[in-house]
Every structure is written in C-alpha cells, then in structure tokens.
C-alpha cells in the first residue's frame, strides 16, 4: 500500500514556544518538492509527548494542506493509556489523515497479550490504514515477527516500521509473512542494508535537512542501482548517525537550521545544543555541506 521515503518531520515553534505552521509548511513543502512519498507528523522526532491534543491535529492539518493529496499523511498516535490512543486515532481520521503511525502505550512496557490489545483498539477506533511501529530500543517493547503473524489477520494493519537495530528483522519478518506488511526501516544509519534486503519503504530522519540524498539513496536502491546509492550512502553516513542518538530531535533540527536555514527551537524538557556538543554536531553538517555529492539523473529510478 505504501512505500517509499516517509519523513518522520519535524515540528516547528516560534521564539514563544508556540506552533509555527509557516515554517512547518515551508518545510514540509521542501520534501514533497524533493520526491518524498509520504510525511508521518508527530512522532518521536516531531515532540509528540510535548504537544497537546489540539496542537497534534493543528500539526496535521499543515501537513494536509501542504500535501494537497499529493502524498499521503500519516498521524503518529503515542499516548501513554489506550483510551487516550483511541481518541486520538479517531480525531486524526476526523481530520482526513491517510493512515496511522501507531507506538505502544508509553511509557509502560506492556507484554505480549497488552501490546496485541492496544494495537488492535487504536486500529479499530481509526478505521484508517496503520503502520506497526517497532522500536524495542526506544521504548522496550519488541512486537516479534510472531506477534506480526497474529495482528495480520486484521487487514487494518498495513506496515511495519521496523527500528530494532538488527536488519535481520526485515529478513525473518519476510519469511513469516511474505508481502503481507510493506516493510520500512526506521533506522537512519541502517537504511541502505534493510533496503538491500527488501524494506520497501523508509521512515527517515535526515531526511528533514537533505530531503534529495534521501530520495536519491532509495530510488537508486529500489532501482538496483547500489553502487551509484552507496556513494552517497557513505558521504551521508556520518549525518545519518546522528538520527541514532536519545538527541536526535536537537541534532536533525540543527540540521535543518544548517542545511535549509530553518531554527533548532524543541520544547523543555528539551533545550537546543549547546558548548562542544553543538560544535561537534556544527562540525559533522558543515563538512557534509561542504562535499555534498553531485546527484545521479533519478528519471529512471522512480
């Protein structure tokens, strides 16, 4: 159903802390100029925990109207209770999201029959199409290939973003199920390998600052063209690292402040990079910058 690169973008706040839907909106239309195909807001990198109910689905509504139906956008829904999951899911498939990114109940580490049951109500509660987000790293609770194999019977369930770490996954979770999940990978620095081994989609965080290379990595991959994809692969590895970092919302979004003049404002608890921190993250953009690759025609890469 879908496939390709899906940013997990940024949110945006002026210097009061508030929403700023002209910066989300101009950066948000960056991506979808550069050939993205899909934007997922609200989710770990878009400060979800930090935003209020009316504030997630303002955030959406940009993103609807910047991608106009030209690229589906998914609604991340990571709330701590299921109920609360549920009215969130129903309010974004209110407001027209295409489908839902859906985390486990934060930040309890539910087991296995509590991690099934949440999925399956805040699928039933927004009827639309959902992406199965794994990321036992993050959060600690792993939904196993067998635990795919149970949720498949509900045609709800569409895709899996798979974050374990270990591209393997991608791998046992195709011999189980085949093609019945449209695989991602949402691991940054990870990517080109899941690729390599069928991921068809990739949920990316750099992507927020160098919308082209992402598109350019997948669409040659997807094409077979691996070693024109693993040139640029390895000139942008070192910023691909920074997606792979419990401040990976304070590195992307200097990033962009970098490499497409946006700002690094993220709200408290989080605060921006500061002293040798920042000057090391400056340092791995400002060289890439400086030697970013001449691109390959994409026209048949598509």
């Known amino acids: 159903m879908w496939q390709g690169v899906f940013p997990a973008v940024t949110t945006k706040f002026d210097e009061g802390g508030t929403l700023d839907h002209r910066e989300m909106a101009r950066c948000f239309a960056l991506q979808i100029e550069a050939g993205v195909d899909g934007l997922i807001v609200t989710g770990s990198l878009g400060e979800n925990q ?13 993103a609807l109207d910047v991608a106009g ?9 990571a709330e701590s209770a299921t109920h609360a999951a549920c009215r969130q899911a129903a309010a974004s498939a209110e407001a027209g999201a295409a489908g839902l990114m859906v985390l486990p109940g934060l930040p309890y ?13 805040v699928a039933r509660a927004g009827g639309l199409p959902v992406m199965i987000y794994n990321n036992p790293v993050a959060y600690g609770v792993d939904l196993t290939p067998e635990m795919l194999e149970e949720l498949a019977a509900d045609d709800l369930f569409v895709a899996v973003k798979e974050s374990s770490d270990d591209v393997r996954r991608v791998i046992d979770i195709a011999n189980l199920l085949g093609d019945r999940y449209a695989l991602f990978t949402g691991v940054d620095n990870l990517a080109l390998e899941s690729l390599a081994v069928g ?12 919308p082209r290379e992402t598109v350019a990595v997948y669409r040659l991959a997807r094409q077979g063209r691996f070693a024109e994809a693993l040139a640029i692969y390895r000139w942008f590895r070192p910023l691909l690292d920074l997606d792979v970092s419990t401040r990976l919302v304070q590195n992307i979004k200097l990033a962009e402040a970098l ?5 690094d404002r993220v709200r ?15 340092t791995i953009v400002e060289k890439a910058l400086a030697s970013r690759p001449t691109l390959p025609d994409l026209a048949d890469a598509a």
């Open 268 to 282: 408290p608890p989080r605060l921006p990079l500061s002293g040798a921190e920042r000057e090391r993250v400056t």
């Open 259 to 263: 490499a497409i003049g946006s700002n």
């Open 199 to 210: 991921a068809v989609g990739w949920v990316a965080g750099l992507v927020c600052a160098f």
């Open 109 to 121: 580490k539910s087991d296995r029959a509590e991690t099934l049951a949440h999925y399956r109500a």
């Open 69 to 77: 139906g030209r690229v589906p956008v998914l609604a991340t829904i």
């Open 50 to 62: 930090t935003l209020e109910r009316d504030e997630k689905l303002a955030v959406l509504q940009t």
